[in-house]
Nanobody, 125 residues
Framework: QVQVVESGGGVVQAGGSLRLSCTAS????????MGWFRQAPGKEREGVLC????????YYADSVKGRFPISRDNAKKTLYLQMNSLKPEDTAMYYC??????????????????WGQGTQVTVSS
């Protein structure tokens, strides 16, 4: 059974950093597209970054470009999101998702098959 589990969220002051981890199980890691998504209270879910099965960055939100580099450790089946220069507007629940297909986005939402429970990131001003 495929599972993805996020960790690393917390409370940080503006300008600070956090590193989120997404550990997958029940899958061959490099056979899956994987990404990070977030949802703030009262707002729709939005994509942060999504990597295709080939490792190509399929989507990278303009709001985080240059601040949130991504890396992966295939041996540990873990995807990392290093969050630097955090801003209060980055406050959200962050979700990791995986799909054996692609980073699918249509009709205003993301349609990856497997989602984690999320990890909360709160940035204080």
């Amino acid at each position: 059974q495929v599972q993805v589990v996020e960790s690393g969220g917390g409370v940080v002051q503006a300008g600070g950093s956090l590193r989120l981890s997404c550990t997958a199980s029940g899958l061959r890691f490099d056979d899956y597209a994987m990404g990070w998504f977030r949802q703030a209270p009262g707002k729709e879910r939005e994509g942060v970054l999504c990597i295709s099965r080939s490792g190509r960055v399929a989507y990278y939100a303009d709001s985080v470009k240059g601040r949130f580099p991504i890396s992966r450790d295939n041996a540990k089946k873990t995807l990392y999101l290093q969050m630097n220069s955090l801003k209060p507007e980055d406050t959200a629940m962050y979700y990791c998702a995986a799909d054996r297909g692609r980073c699918a986005y249509y009709s205003g939402d993301w349609y990856l098959k497997y989602w984690g429970q999320g990890t909360q990131v709160t940035v204080s001003s």
